[in-house]
């Protein structure tokens, strides 16, 4: 991925930022230029909750090449409490537990090591809830 | 607005044909229908395919097929919306005789996905790069994504999604072109390999080579060609969200129930008029979900289609005859044309084994993406 592809995405995909349009308040993430529900076009910067609920989710066993080495992971759209809906790989658990309306938390990961040129593609990934508490009590 | 006809078809057999090019293809599929209809000119040629670049490194393959086809200086071009670039194809060649700009237009797709391409990874630019294929989802991830929710929602079973996959093998193998020309039963179908859960191998479409077209002329030219000619009385196409992420419900496919609003309101008729239907089934649940959002079904019923026989051939109304994506195969750019091709036979009471009794209505419906942008055509026998 040429490099300025890869950081003019860093803002969303780092951070989690989004925007909320001045028209409808409809939280937009990524940014766009216009809001899909009302066609405003202006926003002010919000920062995603890292957290979530499950919407829909699956368990990938036949994966592309850059993501072989995690083949089996889930993958999940997971919703924020903004009423955003993300695309992402569900981690740190059994795949095949990942359900609809599972607690999750958005954590910054690597996603992963692009092909030849093996640059480090780094995002949000969601941990369940529960996962989570039972690490930190180790 | 001038009426128009579907005057002669063509199609390659669908499968992995190692020993015929993307180029080859298309010229085999366009020269049958131009025999057919005792044509050796046209006014201009439209071809879908969604990714002639990635598959086989040819872009710019509207003047490569006028020019194999012995017609170089005909109008020609390539029309592209991901696996609905045939029935892309198809509303640009209609809107062109429609608008009377052309008189004899051939409307073509074309694909070739056997000649060493990674297919998964083509056919996954169709999806949100930044938002969906960045993450690692493929298309079957998707669809499992859209099935997950339409079990969570309608308690669909995955007994009921195996039986799309029984019902497209048993009209498969009534189909002399089809890729898979034999039956599976459900135990074999809920057995096979797990690709994405709840999918399995068998709820997937396959990759393959083939080309289709049809030849297109103002209705009142059409008994020129053909003393059995189709009316095209329907076309809608509709987009929506690119990424399956920002669908308000993920189990519901709205594209595809605009396009088909629209093209129900040229044709002035409603789903229940239509006898036989060809839908974009790339897996297994999206039969359910497109006989839906078609209004063939009720929202929320598309699961019991398949186990009570209601869209089986004999059935209250057949879908995919021709075996659908599932088992006639899937030549991305070729599916939506050739999809027409049997509707087109089964209008005009061509379809052998497969003969849906006295059709008058049918209807074609071909997505692209997760169902980012859907193309809706509805054809009467005349
Ligand atoms: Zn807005």
Known sequence: MPSPRYWREIPGRYRLEAGRCHGCGKVVY???????ACRGAEFEPVLLSRRGRVVTSTVLRVSPDDFVMESPYAMAIVETPERVRLMVQVTDCEPSTVQPGMEVTLEFRLIRKEGQSGILCY???AVPVVAADTARSR | MREVAIVAAGMTRFGELWQTSLRDLFVDAATEALNAAGVDRLDAIFVGSMASGQFVGQEHIGPLCADHLGMAGVAAMRVESACASGGMALRAGFAEVASGLSDLVLV???EKMNDGADATAVLATAADQETEAYQGVTFPGLYAMIARAHMETYGTTEEELAAVAVKSHRHGALNPKAQFGRVVDLQSVMTSTLVADPLRLLHCSPVTDG?????LCPLRDAKRFTDRPVKLIGSGVATGAMALADRADPAFLDAVQLSAERAYRMAAIGPGDVHVA???????????????ALGLVERGHGRHAAPSGETALGGRVPVNTSGGLKAKGHPVGATGVAQVIEVFEQLRGEAGDRQVADARFGLTQNMGGSGASSVVHILERV
Do not use: M, Q, Y
């Not at chain 1, 990524?30 to 899909?36: A, E, F, G, H, S």
């Open chain 1, 30 to 36: 990524p940014t766009r230029r216009i809001c899909p």
């Open chain 1, 123 to 125: 995002g949000h990934k």
């Open chain 2, 108 to 110: 073509a797709g074309v």
């Open chain 2, 211 to 215: 080309a289709a077209a049809v030849l």
């Open chain 2, 278 to 292: 060809e839908v974009h089934d790339c897996f297994s649940i999206a039969e359910i979900c497109c006989i839906e």
